[in-house]
């Protein structure tokens, strides 16, 4: 029995246009979808305070369309918007996935649920289309918000997990 | 994600993918120029030029032995980019552990509302 999963979350970059993350939680899977894709519940966790949710709207059917935005401390709006291409409650959602401060990033996001003795493991799985956002990383200004620099994003998060996995094993240095 | 302006160099230098190889490369431990071409399919002028930029923001390390230069890796330099990928794992965390707090809110209000 685990008391608290809290930071048990795994990250990984199966490969460089991919970022996998999975995390278990103690509840069954009809809640954990629920949760994940009801509006009334998105708009209870989905913006980390200080940020404040300020758009949740879920239409949860193929074709259907969603849109998350929220507001941070500084004013800044994060908006994040798609189509859903498969729904399968309470099993998988996949859903395009566009990011307003990543405009040429387009991604596939899937969740899939499984549940195992109570215990609902949860896999998001972002695919990003292509290289374009990364392809002019180096002329993008590096200044200008959150995450948005797409493709350095994710070529640095690839180069620093072979990198860095790597470099922890042989010399323990990096690490503390 | 933002980026200190500091680190921004070394994530330059790791963003091409002959530095990362030329990284790699280096892991077995210190190498002459001449080996690193022998592990790589990169001319030498191509990996003298990227040494040099791995060598301009600390990546790697030049000492000189007799009439080579020897090059070796400077990982302590890469704990910004360790930072920033804690980060971002710190904020994935973050907002699934809000999640899992929200469902056992959920489960406790749907417990006691059974009993």
Aim: glycine share 6%; charged share 30%; hydrophobic share 35%.
């Amino acid at each position: 029995m685990t008391d608290n999963r809290h930071g048990s979350a795994r990250i990984e970059f199966p490969s460089e246009l991919e970022v996998l993350i999975t995390r278990e939680f103690d509840a069954p899977i009809a809640l954990v979808f629920d949760v994940l894709t009801k509006p009334e519940h998105v708009s209870k966790w989905g913006a980390t305070p200080p940020d404040q949710m300020t758009e949740c709207s879920i239409d949860l059917r193929v074709g259907g369309k969603y849109h998350y935005s929220f507001v941070t401390e500084d004013g800044t709006v994060c908006s994040f918007s798609g189509t859903y291409l498969e729904v399968e409650p309470p099993f998988r959602t996949a859903e395009t996935w566009l990011f307003g401060g990543w405009p040429d990033a387009e991604a596939v996001e899937t969740w899939q649920l499984h549940e195992t003795d109570g215990v609902t493991t949860v896999t998001m799985r972002l695919a990003f289309r292509d290289k374009a956002g990364r392809d002019h990383y180096p002329t993008r200004p590096r200044d200008t918000g959150e995450m948005s620099s797409s493709g350095g994003f994710l070529d640095s998060l690839d180069a620093m997990e072979d990198i860095l996995r790597s470099l922890l094993d042989l010399t323990g240095t990096v690490s503390e | 994600m933002a980026r200190a302006s500091t680190t921004s160099d070394v994530f330059n230098a790791i963003a091409e993918v002959s530095r990362r190889e030329i990284l790699d490369a280096l892991m077995a431990g210190e190498k002459a120029v001449g080996a690193i071409v022998d592990d790589l399919s990169m001319s030498q002028p191509q990996v003298s030029k990227h040494l040099r930029v791995l060598s301009e923001v600390g990546l790697v390390k030049c000492r000189a032995q007799g009439r080579h230069r020897l090059y070796s890796l400077e990982p302590a330099r890469l704990r910004p980019l360790h930072d920033w990928l804690a980060q971002y794992e710190q904020m994935w965390n973050e907002r699934l552990d809000r999640i899992d707090d929200y469902l056992k809110e959920l489960q406790k209000r749907e417990s006691s509302s059974d009993g």
